[in-house]
């Protein structure tokens, strides 16, 4: 209806007709029913609100002792108030549609306030069901000891929320008489336009919501990437993803970029296993090597974060005894597990410091020998080669020097 026929239909309202087909007697009923109505639902919704919120509490409650979440509360208080609040607002717009429908009107004025009631219904019906979503959303994921407004799922609700009120508009306008079907066309049209227009920015929603879904890291999570880029994840958004590094660099990442390489997450790693090798010198006696295995447990066993796992000679190596030190870091956060790490390996050190255990280092040996006709270490000078004239002067003395005899021997 267009404004021109509700000013024509408020000019011509008959109230001598209306009071006939309606008496008073009928009038008063239908108000008392309404009225009465409404009073009940004003007086008994905050009652119906504290059961509801009791059962919650309950139900929940013996879920988190499961899941060990109890911690978080029931449910988010803001949001339910939100949907009931939509909800309170529906049942009195039904009461006073139910009303209207009670009395006997001419059929384009009966026509008029159907349509009226219908916008409004489906205004107030829409809202409720945008708030009604993330509420079932949230309680979802506080029965898994978290919350929407600390998921990654919460940068959607916008789209769900926008989703939704466009679904309903359209069924509303649908059934006012519009031309659903070519608006729905032009949108579409649109939609292919921009979609080409922004490929890139398209592409990087779409792997955020990848994100979402697949949850291959969380917000707080160290991860490494394919390019070699590290860091904690601190935002993700629909179209870039932070990260901080540990010297405190911002990296920002296109989300296409975190879902198109190799990911490692080394941050939803609660027990973090570290291996540590080290030597000791040939030169300590075999007392004290023995030794070394007790001196590492009772290093390790000193932090509270860590647990022993073994230490163990694992072979002769090239100047020293090599020795495997294998113990647990219970922590998640990288930076406070490289601390700890960095606190055992400096204990370390100084126990084998106090206990007179030397470190294997390396070492070269010369060997010093004594040649002949020179000094210690000094090598002996080449032979040089004899001349023609000394050689004809040692054949010369050898002819000459006579002969042994047999009585000599």
């Known amino acids: 209806m267009n404004p021109e026929t509700w000013k024509i239909l408020l000019e011509y309202f008959d109230y001598r007709q209306f009071l006939h087909q309606n008496p008073p007697l009928r009038l008063a009923c239908i108000f008392g029913i309404v009225l009465l109505a409404l009073i009940a639902v004003h007086v008994f919704w905050p009652w119906a609100q504290r059961k509801f919120e009791a059962f919650m ?27 009931m609040l939509h909800l309170k607002r529906l049942v009195y717009v039904g009461i006073v549609a139910w009303g209207a ?14 349509t009226i009631f219908s916008i409004v219904c489906t205004v107030i ?62 949108l579409g049209i649109m939609g292919v336009a921009v979609g080409l227009a922004g490929k890139a920015i398209l592409e990087d929603f779409f792997s955020y919501i990848v994100i979402l879904l697949d949850k291959p890291f969380r917000i707080g999570d160290h991860v490494e990437l394919e390019s070699g880029k590290a860091g904690d994840v601190e935002y993700m958004g629909p179209k870039t993803t932070h990260l901080r590094s540990l010297e405190g660099d911002l990296i920002v990442c296109a989300n296409s970029e975190m879902t198109r390489g190799v990911i490692v997450n080394l941050g939803n790693v609660q027990d973090r296993p570290v291996v540590l090798e080290l030597g000791v010198a040939f030169e300590m006696p075999l007392h004290v090597v023995r030794r070394v295995p007790d001196m590492l447990r009772e290093v390790v066993e000193s932090f509270p974060d860590c647990t022993y796992e073994r230490a163990c000679m694992l072979k002769f190596g090239s100047a020293n005894y090599l020795f495997q030190l294998i113990y647990i870091v219970h922590e998640r956060n990288i930076k406070r597990f490289q601390i700890t790490r960095s606190a055992v390996n400096l204990a370390i050190q100084q126990k084998l410091n106090d206990e007179h255990v030397a470190s294997a280092y390396p070492t070269s040996h010369m060997f ?40 000599g021997q």
Request: aromatic share 8%; hydrophobic share 50%.
């Open 125 to 186: 019906a829409i809202a409720f069901v945008a708030a009604f979503v993330p509420f079932n959303l949230d309680l979802y994921m506080r029965r898994h000891g978290e919350t929407l407004k600390t998921s990654q799922s919460r940068s959607l609700m916008p789209i769900i929320t926008g989703i939704i009120w466009a679904v309903g508009l359209t069924f509303l306008l649908d059934n006012l008489g519009f031309q659903v079907s070519s608006i729905v066309a032009g």
């Open 57 to 83: 509490e309950r139900k929940y409650q013996l879920d988190a002792s499961a899941q060990g979440t109890a911690a978080v509360k029931a449910m988010d208080f803001g949001m339910y108030e939100r949907v």
């Open 368 to 407: 010093m020998t004594q040649q002949p006709g020179g000094l210690l270490g000094t090598p002996a000078p080449a032979p040089q080669k004899p001349t023609a004239q000394a050689a004809a002067k040692a054949e010369a003395e050898a002819a000459s020097a006579p002969a042994s005899s047999p009585s």
């Open 101 to 114: 429908r009670m009395l006997v009107l001419a059929p384009v004025y009966a026509s008029a306030l159907a």
